[in-house]
């Protein structure tokens, strides 16, 4: 994995070995950047990096880039989300340069949610190209310095590119080929979805290692702590591609009403601890859903702090 000029901070703490540790931040439903600061501010010294997604279940937010420059100016480092439904190429490509030109250094390729299942049922998907072409279009950019016209382009935005992996879709043969295929486009880290499923997760990190796969990109393990037995069966139930054991279930429904959260805590803590050892996983995504003020808590019992510091 080459090293990036002017990289970025998390780039730098998988490169030197460490366990990186990441977070996310959804930007708000309105103009208000204090909604951001005030997430933010639980974020500042517990993570490398944090994820600004990009009108995340097709719902309007503010721009994943204006929200990156906020975090910015609060100190953390985003993590830019860029999903496929909303833009076309020309759009893409101006929106990398330019959040590139005010100091974002990370980029996450994402197909995006259908807006069928958003507030905007009736807007136009876009998808000109696929997650799977913006990666290899953001790749061409930084490593050719050439537009995907193959037009030159004059300063490189020198992006660490990652990308989402799903390990539990079906079909389950077929993951680690498609993980194979978002490497060989070009990604140098891969963030996973929630991990519920730990036999079906190490069954997946398994055959990536087989492969040669987690030497060619850096896995960071997803993780969500469930906050109520209901949110576990609407994972379970609702959510296409999320993998809920019924043994989750049992075991949140197991304690008192009052300490479910902090059992779904308990539990997601148990998840980083193991990931840590496992071979192949190189750090935890943390996706603490509108709970960003249990970060701190979380990163303190799962043993991550403190955050290395990285020249």
Not at 34 to 43: D, H, N, S, T
Not at 88 to 114: K, P, T, V
Not at 272 to 284: L, P, Q, R, S
Request: hydrophobic share 40%.
């Amino acid at each position: 994995m080459e090293e990036l000029k002017a990289g970025s901070n998390l780039e730098k703490v998988l490169r030197a070995g460490h366990f990186a540790f990441t977070g996310e931040l959804g930007p708000p439903r309105g103009a208000n950047a204090e909604e951001v600061r005030k997430k933010a501010a639980f974020l500042k010294g517990n993570v490398d990096a944090v994820n600004i997604t990009d009108n995340q279940t097709a719902m309007v937010r503010m721009a994943s880039w204006a929200a990156s420059l906020l975090l910015i100016q609060e100190g953390l480092e985003p993590n830019f989300q860029m999903v496929c439904r909303d833009r076309n190429r020309l759009a893409m490509q101006s929106d990398i340069l330019g959040a590139y030109a005010h100091g974002i250094r990370n980029m996450l390729c994402l197909s995006g949610d259908h807006q069928q299942f958003g507030d905007h049922p009736q807007a136009m998907g876009v998808f000109d190209i696929d997650s799977m072409q913006l990666i290899q279009m953001v790749k061409k950019m930084r490593d050719e310095k050439k537009f995907l016209s193959g037009a030159d382009l004059d300063e490189a935005p020198k992006l660490f590119i990652g990308a989402a992996a799903n390990p539990f879709a079906e079909p389950f043969e077929w993951r680690v080929h498609r993980l194979a295929k978002k490497i060989n486009a070009g990604v140098d880290f891969i963030q996973t979805q929630c991990i519920y499923n730990m036999d079906k997760f190490r069954e997946w990190i398994r055959r990536s290692n087989d492969m040669g796969l987690t030497e060619k990109a850096y896995i960071l393990a997803g993780v969500t702590p469930l906050k109520s037995v209901g949110m576990a069966k609407y994972m379970q139930g609702k959510v296409p591609g999320m993998d809920v054991p019924d043994a989750v279930i049992k075991r949140l429904q197991g304690v008192d009403k009052k300490k479910v959260a902090e059992e779904g805590i308990k539990f997601a803590c148990e998840q980083i601890e193991e990931f840590k050892e496992m071979k192949g996983v190189a750090g935890v995504h943390l996706m603490a859903i509108e709970w960003e003020h249990k970060v701190p808590e979380i990163a303190e019992q799962a043993k991550v702090l403190p955050r290395p510091k990285v020249d």
